[in-house]
């Protein structure tokens, strides 16, 4: 009895592997082509936020350090207008096990997995994810795989992410390392078949019911020492997971007056599964790459309903340039003595100038940082961007161009940030929503869902409807 | 240079996972022209020449066939040489905490 692996046999048994690999009854929370009960599956498929924290407390997960950045803080003042310049705070993730937030993630799945009996766990990544799903799988004696998306078709590699490589085979994981393309979601199914492993997605109800403890631990931890709730949580945004993890948590702990910022690094005009731009990229992850697409629709995964959904709680969002990013990173090391990875210092890039808006009494977190290392330092990455064709310099940051130049900035002053426009980006999550789905006419009741999952009014969805000629 | 592993030896394979005609339609046409390839580490169940094909059992057991491309495979990516564009950044903040209050 041989399966047939050819590319479209294997895709369309997709729906049978991944109900057998997640064992989600997804059905159960579909309520139309467009609507479906989102609290209700998370509610329902995961896990409570005190059923996390015990969890993650079996395995050291959570209950990091919140770092006061006194020496950032009074550089902002510097640069801010008189009163102004909100304190800067940061949430240590780099703490956890393997090194990032991400740990959090997957102590859920991979502790769902273990009840549930499956052999081991699978997770098709190129991020620190494969790091955390992992080390966790060793905690819970499970076998693991990680499926990566490495090399460019000369078989180079993006420092950062044959660092990820190592970091995973240094748990004893099995790597399987691929070329750039979409098609990493076809080697995963095969491995899932043969193994009868557990998916350990990164945007199922597990993984995201694991990141709402970092939100919510950040409030407590921030109105424990100040007596108040952040203005601002700046987080790093790809997938969506972190946004929406982080945001979940902190509004269970109440802290509905906090602004949730997602902030990316700007990688625009790169195409994410060209063999070409793939090298040509400075970071790996916590970029507009990935943070547009998967903010403007979300169900783009490997999940029939994706549980990441960062629309709905993201009160701004803004992008920063490369060169600020390891401007800041070297600004972490030398004058907070916290030598740390990339993706944290992304929202770290975006909190300087968002603390500049805010009065001196304010307080800014950033909800993250991660481990560095080898691959991952600043020096190796504008080496490799370097042998890439792509121009270091010192300059303002807006003379970097995303694959051509990275400019570092001159001084501390000119860190900006650019906003996105969310209006249109819930615009665009509309569209996807009626022309993927094929549909010519919504319900009262899907435009209901539409507007909670965009977080716009209903006025706002029937007007975008009506221009797009489709009936409610 | 080729290289020899024993049986039972720690080695890394490569293997072609679909050709640029069978990739899937929604791929930029860069990527299209190139085949979908993959590289992965285990044990060899046979002795083995690099450039010759070869079984090897993966940590999660599986036992996967493929051309045998390093033996006792390790790293060589690094923290990067010096960068003159970064390398003052940490003095001049310094020196920017000190002026003034
Ligand atoms: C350290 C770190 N920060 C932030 C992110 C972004 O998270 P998300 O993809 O959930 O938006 C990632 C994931 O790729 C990460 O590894």
């Known amino acids: 009895m041989s399966r047939d692996l050819s590319y479209n046999a294997v895709m369309a048994r997709r729906g049978e592997i991944m109900k057998k690999a997640l064992g989600i009854e997804y059905d159960e929370f579909i309520q139309s082509e467009i609507a479906f009960d989102y609290e209700g599956m998370m509610e329902k498929a995961g896990y409570s936020l005190d059923k996390v924290r015990q969890i993650q407390q079996q395995t050291g997960v959570g209950n990091t350090p919140l770092l006061e950045l006194k020496n950032i803080t009074r550089l902002v003042r510097k640069t801010s207008k008189k009163g102004y310049g909100a304190s800067i705070l940061v949430k240590d993730e780099a703490a956890n096990p393997s090194g990032s937030f991400k740990d959090r993630r997957a102590s859920v799945s991979v502790y769902h997995a273990k009840k549930l009996g499956y052999p081991g766990v699978l997770a098709a990544t190129s991020g620190n994810y494969g790091a955390a799903v992992a080390s966790q799988a060793n905690m819970m004696n499970l076998g693991c795989i990680i499926v990566q998306e490495v090399f460019d078709s000369r078989h180079l590699g993006q420092p950062e992410i044959i660092e990820k490589s190592r970091k995973c085979e240094a748990y004893g994981a099995e790597v399987v390392q691929l070329t750039v393309g979409p098609e990493l979601f076809y080697s995963a199914l095969i491995m899932l078949e043969e193994t009868g492993y557990f998916n350990a997605s990164l945007y199922s109800p597990f993984g995201i019911s694991g990141v709402e403890t970092l939100g919510y631990e950040l409030v407590e931890q921030v109105r424990a020492r100040y007596g108040k709730d952040p203005a601002y949580i700046v987080v790093t945004h790809a997938g969506g997971g972190n946004v929406t993890g982080t945001a979940r948590g902190a509004l269970k702990a109440g802290a509905v007056n906090s602004n949730i910022i997602g902030a990316s690094v700007d990688l625009s005009g790169l195409h994410m599964a060209s063999d070409i731009d793939f090298n040509k990229k400075s970071f790996t992850t916590g970029h507009t790459g990935f943070g547009v697409p998967f903010a403007t629709w979300p169900d783009r995964t490997d999940v029939p309903k994706n549980a990441a959904r960062p629309l709905r709680y993201l009160d701004r969002y803004v992008t920063v340039t490369q060169g600020e990013v390891f401007y800041v990173t070297e600004a972490l090391a030398h004058v907070e003595g916290l030598e740390r990875g990339p993706a944290g210092n992304t929202s770290l890039a975006a909190a300087i100038p968002l603390a500049r808006q805010l009065p001196e009494d304010e307080i800014v977190v950033v909800q993250e940082t991660e481990y ?15 042998r890439n064709g792509v121009k270091v310099i010192r300059g303002e940051p807006k003379q970097n161009v995303p694959g051509k130049v990275i400019a570092i900035p001159e001084n501390f002053s000119q860190l900006d940030i650019t906003e996105m426009d969310l209006e249109r980006m819930r615009r665009s999550y509309i569209r996807n ?40 | 240079m080729s290289e020899a592993c024993k049986q039972g030896e720690w080695v890394e394979i490569h293997y072609v996972v679909l050709k640029p005609e069978e990739r899937s339609h ?63 950044v940490g003095r001049e903040l310094k020196a920017m905490l000190k002026e003034g209050n």
Do not use: M
């Open chain 1, 372 to 386: 560095t290392g080898a691959g991952k330092h600043p020096q190796a990455q504008l080496d490799f961007a370097r």
């Open chain 2, 26 to 88: 929604d791929v930029p046409d860069d990527t299209k022209k190139v085949p979908l390839e993959c590289w992965i580490k285990g044990w060899a169940l046979s002795s083995g020449t690099t450039g010759g094909q070869i079984e090897i059992r993966t940590p999660a057991n599986r036992i996967v066939k493929g051309t045998l491309t390093r033996v006792n495979p390790g790293y060589a990516h690094t923290f990067g040489p010096g960068v003159p564009e970064l390398s003052s």
């Open chain 1, 433 to 472: 929503a009626v022309t993927r789905n094929n549909v010519t006419e919504v319900t009262q009741e899907e435009l209901g869902f539409l507007a909670e999952d965009a977080k716009a009014s209903p006025a706002f969805v029937a007007s975008v409807l009506e221009g797009l000629g489709v009936k409610v």
